[in-house]
C-alpha cells in the first residue's frame, strides 16, 4: 500500500464520485477527458482501456508451488489482494545465505522514509559519512566503525505536516534534499553536490482512478501546475557533513521558458518536470539528467503524472555556472506528436509509466573515453545514445520491452558489467502488493554491438528457503520483484560478475553473472517484514534498496524499519573500520 498517506486528502471526494455513479478503478469505456479539453497537455490520444481487474481465478498459486501472475491489471497501489496461499500475517522471521549481519540500526533516525530513500558517501577528516533522505527527511550517519554508526544531524518537515512551502528549522521554504549525486571537483578542490528538484510522485491533487485522475479532473491539474516550487537542480559546495556546511554555488530552473536558468523565482510555478532522480556527473565537465523541460512533454498514461521525461547534457566546467548543452527525446514524447504515441501498444492504458524515470546510465564518462549512454524509458523501452558529443545527442537504436502492466516498467539498468562482458540488466519495479501485477524480470541484454541490442535472458527469480514455510515470496505478502542495484555514486570499484538488488519482501539479493550464460543467487538477507515503530501502512513496503560501499566490501540494506550493514564472501572480505582511503569520484 505505497500511497496511504494521500488517502485521507482524496477520501471524501472519492467517496462522493462513486455515490454519484462514476467510474471506479478498472472501469471500462471512453472517459470524459474533461482536463484534456482544457489543457492541451493533457493527451487523451487514445481511447480508454484501461484494464479492469484481473480475475482471481486466473492468476495465484499453482501445483508445482509457483505463482502465475496476473497478466494485466489496473493502478492499484493501496489495496490488498489476497490469494489463497498467502500468509495470513507478514512474516517477521530473517532468512540469510552466504551473508553476516555485520549491524542492525531501527527506528525512526535510520528510515527517514518508508517506501523511498537516496543515499550518498561522503569522507572528511578520516571518517566516512552516509547520507540517507527523501526530500524533507534527512539524516547524516557517521558509519566509520561500522558497529557503532553514529546519527550526527536529522532534518525534517514533521512540525509543519511535511508542507515543502513552509519554512522550519531545517528547510526554507521550497527547499528540501533532492536526489544527489556528490562527487570530488578538482577545479574547487571540494565534493560538490547536484541536487535534484523534481515534481512529487506523491500528491493529493490527482488520484489514480476517475474521476480524479488527470484526464477527468482538469481542476487537480491545474493546481499541480501552479504549484510553485524549482523544477531543476541546484549545486552545492560541501565542506562538511553538516546541512550547515553546504554553500549554495547555483539555483538551475531546466523550465526551457525561463528567461535566465540561474536567475528564475523559486516562490513561482515552473513548467516541466524538473531534474528526475540522482544526477549522471563525476565532478569533471559534462551533467546528463533526465527531465521534461516543459509541459509539452505530456506523452505518459500514467493517471497522477503530468509530464514525460527526456534528457539533458549540461557543461559543468564552472559548476556555479552550469550551461545546457542538448536536449533529446523520443517521438511521441512531446505534445503535437500524436501519430507517434499512437504506435505505442500501451496508448489508452491510463496505467503506464511512459518516459525517464532516471538519468543516462553510462558504463564509462564521456571525459575517459565513453561514447554510449543507455536509456531506461518506463513504457517507451530501452534506446541507446551516442554521448560522445554532449552537445548532440544521438539516437543509436531502440528496443522494445515486453509490455508489464501494471507497475513501472523501464526504471533502472546496471551498466557495470558492460566493458567487461557488453552485458546491461534492464528492469522496472513492483507497485502493487500480493504480486497483483506481472512480475518484474530483471532483463539481460545484449549491447555489445549498440546498434543491435538484444534481450538473451532474465535473471533467476528468487526462491524463499524450506525454513520459510512458503514456495515463493508472492506468499510473504508486500510488494515482490527487483528495485535498484544501488548507484553509480557507490564508493569503490563495481566488482566483476556481481550484482545486488533491493527485492522488497526478498530482501537484499545478490546475483552471480560472471558467466552471463549461467546467473545464479549467490547470496541474500532477507529482514523481517516491520519493525516495532513501522506503521501499518508500510509493512508491504520491506526491503527498498541497497548501497554497497566496494571499497569496504559492505552492503547497506534500507527497509522500512531501519538499515542493516551487511557483509559476505561474494563481496570479499568486509573492512569494519576507517577506509583505506576516502572517497572522491565514482570509479567505472
Known sequence: MRFTRRNTALATVAAAAVTAGLLVPGASGADTATAAATDPNVRAVCADRRPGPADPGAYGMQLDGTFRHPSLTPVDEESDHPFPGRNAAYDTRSYIKNMKVEAAYEGADFTPDYFHTWQNVVDFDGRRYLFQYDRSEGRVYDITDVRRVRVVERMSREDVGGDEARANGDWAAHDYWGASTVQWNKKLNAYVMVQSFESRRQISELSDHPPLDKYNNPDGVRKLREKPGLKGFKVYRLDGPRKKDWKLLATVSTDSTQADPLRSDPATAQQGSGSIDVPYWTGEKYMFIATAPDDTYSGSEYPTNLHSAGYQSWDMSDPAHPRLLDTWHLPGQRTGEDAAYRQNPRCGNRTSWMGARMPLFLPKPVEKGGRYAFAAMGGYG?????????????????????????????????????????????????????????????????????????????????????????????????????????????????????????????????????????????????PKAYGRDTAEYAYGNQTHGVYVEWDRNIAWALTNHGIYALSSKVLGKPDLDAPARPFRTSEF
Open 382 to 526: 530501452l534506446t541507446v545514445l551516442d554521448v560522445s558529443d554532449p552537445s548532440n545527442l544521438r539516437t543509436v537504436s531502440h528496443l522494445d520491452l515486453p509490455a508489464s502492466v501494471s507497475g513501472t516498467e523501464g526504471d533502472n539498468i546496471d551498466v557495470s558489467q558492460y566493458e567487461k562482458t557488453g552485458m546491461i540488466y534492464y528492469s522496472g519495479y513492483p507497485l502493487t502488493e500480493d504480486c497483483y501485477e506481472p512480475y518484474k524480470d530483471v532483463y539481460q541484454i545484449d549491447a555489445k554491438d549498440p546498434e543491435k541490442p538484444r534481450v538473451v535472458g532474465v535473471l533467476p527469480r528468487p526462491v524463499p528457503p524450506r525454513s520459510s514455510g512458503i514456495t515463493d515470496y508472492c506468499q510473504r505478502r508486500g510488494s515482490f520483484g527487483p528495485k535498484r542495484t544501488g548507484y553509480y555514486t557507490n564508493p569503490g570499484k563495481h566488482d566483476a560478475g556481481v550484482l545486488g538488488y533491493g527485492f522488497y519482501n526478498a530482501g537484499v539479493q545478490f546475483f552471480d553473472v560472471s558467466d552471463p550464460a549461467d546467473p545464479e543467487v549467490s547470496a541474500y538477507f532477507v
